[in-house]
């Protein structure tokens, strides 16, 4: 009986470390991302969202036929629910993209990160307010830390964080819409872009044929690199919904952290954005926040 114990622990094992991986590789293809994306300049963010969004339709429907039938994947969108569900969660999904691609390109990328470590808080606050999950001293007191950072900013700068807040807020309300799905990751994605995707196509061949798109600036590179702006996309996407299936919650909300850290660092050290102390005094806030709301959740997991 002794010698059974080991064979049948190693798979769980052995998938765990493969989740782990897949989560670590995850944040650190995200955390790279701004690299690529300010790769893209002097190209405007409007024309790199229109090519993100056809593309990754594309390679999202590539995959998807690659593992599902044709009539697998098309045919829930039968459904007028399906259909409404999951165009609106795409909405949501293209306006964070949008702010996204716009804050990298543009000489945002230090709020963006700030963005992304106040957004575990936002969803937690979201789960709590729309899906009546349990308020806990921990978690409440790290929305308040994430408040009291967004308020010092607010009151220095004079300006609503908005790059920080619409990255945070659209993902809290994906996610919102995504707790509700039980369909493949795959297939979400397919139904998510398509429509977009079918708006975005007749506006890039206007651009392009009126001479106001990319093939005019003749810089065949950057062009070629649009084209795996949507691969650029589902690639994590994939890592993410692979990895969610192997390892706990806790651990991917603790992963979560590796992508805006190396975005910041990005920022600061790689494209020259300013940081002051005011916004390290921000980014110290929302860490203790961060660190409270990580303690809580680990005691709640192993509670369970």
Avoid at 75 to 98: C, H, M, Q
Wanted: aromatic share 14%.
């Amino acid at each position: 009986m002794n010698d059974q114990k080991p064979a049948a622990a190693a798979p769980a094992n052995s998938e765990y470390r493969l989740g782990v991986i897949l989560v670590i590789a995850c944040q650190l293809f995200w955390g790279v991302c701004p690299i690529y994306w300010e790769a893209l300049v002097p190209i405007e963010s409007w024309k790199i969202i229109l090519y993100r969004i056809f593309t990754m339709f594309i390679y999202a429907y590539i995959a998807a036929r690659i593992r599902y039938s044709r009539e697998e994947v098309l045919g829930p969108l039968k459904d007028r629910e399906v259909r409404r569900k999951y165009f609106f969660a795409g909405l949501i999904l293209t306006a964070n993209w949008s702010i996204y691609v716009w804050a990298m390109t543009s000489e945002h990328v230090v709020q963006a990160s700030i963005g992304y470590y106040i957004e575990p808080i936002v969803i937690c606050a979201v789960g709590i307010i729309f899906f009546k999950e349990k308020l806990t001293k921990y978690n409440l007191t790290a929305m308040l830390f994430a408040l009291a950072a967004i308020i010092l900013i607010l009151v220095h700068f004079r300006q609503v964080p908005g790059v920080a807040l619409g990255l945070a807020g659209t993902w809290a309300a994906y996610s919102a819409i995504k707790k509700t799905s039980d369909m493949p990751v795959l297939l979400t994605m397919v139904y998510e872009t398509m429509l977009y995707a079918a708006l975005a196509l007749p506006a890039i061949i206007y651009i392009e044929a009126t001479g106001n798109g990319v093939i005019a600036m003749n810089m065949p590179v950057k062009y070629a690199m649009l084209f795996l702006s949507g691969l650029i996309t589902v690639i994590p996407v994939g890592l993410f919904g692979a990895a969610a299936k192997k390892v706990p919650l806790l651990v991917i909300g603790l992963a979560q952290y590796i992508s805006p850290t190396i975005t910041l660092l990005i920022g600061v050290f790689m494209f020259g954005e300013p940081i002051d102390a005011v916004q390290i005094t921000a980014f110290g806030i929302i860490w203790i926040g961060l660190t409270i709301f990580t303690y809580g959740e680990f005691k709640h997991a192993k509670e369970q």
